[in-house]
């Protein structure tokens, strides 16, 4: 894929961020909805926000390369949160660092008074080697899970970080006007190993506790366009183990034991039927999968046990719990109809992340004004995220970045986790424009509330 070459003079680096977003809101398809399409009207901050963008954007395409090159591994990302804090130092802000390990929170107090807001973005990379050719491609190799594996930004956590490095710029050198303080959680961890919980337990959202939080996700759809929704958003993730206990015995004798394998296999496709057939999937979807299966080292010896493991999401937690109940239920009675046992584990799963109704309904307009227009309301996702930790006291809003080149079809596009991901980086400047936006629309609606009481 092409990318613009590095390095690259400010002012033509700017009008190829300008212009990819120009292109992105001609091409976005835009879905009516019964939340209208208002837009939020301009104001003294974000014509303060606009003027400062033409500065700040370069630097936030170079912080993006720099950490794409350099990607870290969830609670590793030393380099990365070195790099933020002394960003954020050099702005003024209050630095609080480590927080939940690797995680770092800067505090920006405005000249005015008014409430608290946070600004989320995720920091670590994948056990993934890139695939993808640009200058800035990552060739970093560790050790994960005691194998050597590359290490890339595949699921664009790199993007999120610069953008909201930029967000903390442009909302520094507007301190003055600012009526509130605006808290920025650069967050370890995200892909699965707890995060955004460790944040919180180190006391992330405290002192001062914002009243709300807001955080984006970069996503394969068209370059500059925001999806968003009202409520579930992102299914809630969880994992299960099931260890089939059979009878070992020779290949050329199966009558001579229990063969797990077998037993297994008809598990599996007994899963199946939970949501196609025993869930009512008008109500909400959901998805059960086995994604590995271990048992046997030979081929002709029937084992003595094999494990299976699996993810199911869901968007409820009483429709999570019932097909807890199933999943243990078809596995032990398939089991034992077979002569084996099955001893199932089940984990209690994460959050669903929820936006919050009246908060997206409030905020809407400004997404529409950072992206010109170009905002889709989508169907949630079975995807997962930590993000909802942050929004379990305090209301939220999550939505999705488009960063599919203009050129390039959405729907056939690698997508995040694929070694292959690619993000444009034209979708930058829509990233920092929509999460200053909320920033400082949400502190001047609240601190107007305020002084009409």
């Given at each position: 894929?092409?990318?613009p070459?590095?390095?690259?003079?400010?002012?033509?680096?700017?009008?190829?961020?300008?212009?990819?977003?120009?292109?992105?809101?001609?091409a976005?398809?835009?879905?009516?909805?019964?939340?209208?399409?208002?837009?939020?009207?301009e104001?003294?901050?974000?014509?303060?926000?606009?003027?400062?963008?033409?500065?700040?954007?370069?630097?936030?395409?170079?912080?993006?390369?720099?950490?794409?090159?350099?990607?870290e591994l969830?609670?590793?990302?030393?380099?990365?949160?070195?790099?933020?804090?002394?960003?954020?130092?050099?702005?003024?802000?209050?630095?609080?660092a480590?927080?939940?390990?690797?995680g770092?929170?800067?505090?920006?107090?405005g000249?005015?008074?008014?409430?608290?807001?946070?600004?989320?973005a995720?920091?670590d990379?994948?056990?993934?080697?890139?695939?993808?050719?640009?200058?800035?491609?990552s060739?970093?190799?560790?050790?994960?899970?005691?194998?050597?594996?590359?290490?890339?930004?595949a699921?664009?956590?790199?993007?999120?970080?610069?953008?909201?490095?930029?967000?903390?710029e442009?909302?520094?050198?507007?301190?003055a006007q600012?009526?509130?303080?605006i808290?920025?959680?650069f967050?370890?961890?995200?892909?699965g190993?707890?995060?955004?919980?460790?944040?919180?337990?180190d006391?992330?959202?405290?002192?001062?506790?914002?009243?709300?939080?807001?955080?984006?996700?970069?996503?394969?759809?068209?370059?500059g366009q925001?999806?968003?929704?009202?409520?579930?958003?992102?299914?809630a993730?969880?994992?299960?183990?099931?260890i089939?206990?059979?009878?070992?015995?020779?290949?050329?004798?199966?009558?001579?034991?229990?063969?797990?394998?077998?037993?297994?296999?008809?598990?599996?496709l007994?899963?199946?039927?939970?949501?196609?057939?025993?869930?009512?999937?008008?109500?909400?979807?959901?998805?059960?999968?086995?994604?590995?299966?271990?048992?046997?080292?030979?081929?002709n010896?029937?084992?003595?046990?094999?494990?299976?493991v699996?993810?199911?999401?869901t968007?409820d937690?009483?429709?999570?719990?019932?097909?807890?109940?199933?999943?243990?239920?078809?596995?032990?009675?398939?089991?034992?109809?077979?002569?084996?046992?099955a001893?199932?584990?089940?984990?209690k799963?994460?959050?669903?992340?929820?936006?919050?109704t009246?908060?997206t309904d409030?905020?809407?307009?400004?997404?529409?004004r950072?992206?010109?227009?170009?905002?889709a309301?989508?169907?949630?996702v079975?995807g997962?995220?930590?993000?909802?930790v942050?929004?379990?006291?305090?209301?939220?809003?999550?939505?999705?970045?488009?960063?599919?080149?203009k050129?390039?079809?959405?729907?056939?596009?690698?997508?995040?986790?694929?070694?292959?991901?690619?993000?444009?980086?034209g979708a930058?400047i829509?990233?920092?424009?929509?999460?200053?936006?909320?920033?400082v629309?949400?502190l001047?609606m609240?601190?107007?509330?305020?002084?009409?009481?």
């Amino acid at each position: 894929m092409t990318v613009p070459s590095i390095p690259q003079p400010r002012q033509v680096l700017m009008r190829s961020i300008l212009s990819a977003t120009a292109a992105a809101v001609t091409a976005a398809s835009l879905v009516a909805t019964s939340l209208g399409a208002q837009t939020a009207p301009e104001t003294a901050l974000s014509k303060m926000i606009e003027s400062r963008l033409p500065e700040v954007m370069p630097k936030v395409v170079t912080w993006r390369r720099d950490i794409h090159q350099h990607p870290e591994l969830s609670f590793e990302e030393k380099r990365t949160s070195a790099m933020v804090a002394e960003h954020l130092r050099k702005l003024g802000l209050e630095v609080q660092a480590p927080v939940g390990r690797t995680g770092v929170v800067g505090i920006l107090r405005g000249g005015k008074p008014g409430p608290v807001v946070a600004l989320r973005a995720d920091m670590d990379g994948l056990p993934v080697t890139e695939l993808v050719d640009v200058p800035f491609k990552s060739t970093v190799r560790t050790q994960w899970q005691g194998q050597e594996v590359g290490v890339m930004h595949a699921c664009g956590h790199d993007n999120h970080v610069a953008i909201l490095m930029g967000a903390a710029e442009v909302l520094a050198g507007m301190k003055a006007q600012i009526p509130g303080t605006i808290k920025f959680l650069f967050q370890p961890a995200e892909e699965g190993l707890g995060g955004a919980q460790a944040m919180v337990n180190d006391g992330a959202l405290l002192n001062p506790v914002p009243e709300a939080v807001f955080g984006l996700h970069v996503w394969p759809n068209t370059v500059g366009q925001i999806a968003v929704r009202q409520g579930p958003i992102m299914a809630a993730a969880g994992n299960f183990k099931i260890i089939v206990k059979g009878k070992q015995t020779h290949g050329s004798q199966p009558w001579s034991g229990v063969d797990p394998i077998v037993v297994s296999s008809q598990i599996v496709l007994g899963l199946q039927t939970i949501a196609s057939r025993q869930v009512n999937v008008a109500y909400l979807p959901s998805v059960l999968t086995v994604g590995q299966i271990t048992g046997g080292n030979r081929s002709n010896i029937i084992p003595d046990s094999v494990v299976m493991v699996g993810t199911l999401r869901t968007f409820d937690d009483n429709m999570r719990a019932d097909i807890a109940m199933r999943i243990k239920r078809t596995a032990e009675d398939i089991a034992r109809s077979g002569g084996a046992t099955a001893i199932v584990e089940i984990d209690k799963g994460g959050l669903v992340t929820k936006n919050d109704t009246s908060l997206t309904d409030r905020m809407l307009p400004t997404l529409r004004r950072a992206a010109a227009g170009a905002v889709a309301i989508v169907n949630p996702v079975m995807g997962s995220e930590d993000f909802p930790v942050f929004t379990q006291k305090i209301p939220g809003i999550f939505f999705f970045l488009g960063v599919t080149p203009k050129d390039k079809d959405p729907n056939t596009v690698p997508v995040n986790h694929s070694p292959l991901f690619f993000a444009d980086e034209g979708a930058l400047i829509t990233g920092v424009r929509s999460m200053t936006g909320l920033a400082v629309d949400y502190l001047s609606m609240s601190a107007r509330k305020t002084s009409a009481k």
